[in-house]
């Protein structure tokens, strides 16, 4: 049982139209393609982009940033904590105190 047409036909020269009127050939399945936005005309890519920030996540995000920076100062002004003795070293302290008794 063999199936003959189960790929779709190949067109090595589709075109894409843009809204813009810009046309491009490119290889699909279907003779032509409709998109709303290309190369030419999309404003990443023309350098018309504007950032718009309408919640403030801008400043919101300087905010912590500087937060987490005097954090971090203060962090290194700080002294360090001692750390607690471990049991090996809290006995061999013990075993030298009673050593030192011993001796007197």
Known sequence: MKKNDTHPKYNEEA????SCGAKF????????????LCSKCHPFYTGQQKLVDTTGR???????QEAAQKKQEAAQKKEPKKRKKTMEERFNEKISNQLAKEEE
């Open 25 to 36: 050939i490119v290889g699909s399945t279907k003779e032509g393609l409709e998109t709303e």
């Open 58 to 64: 801008v400043d919101k995000f300087k905010k912590k």
């Open 15 to 18: 075109t894409i139209t843009c």
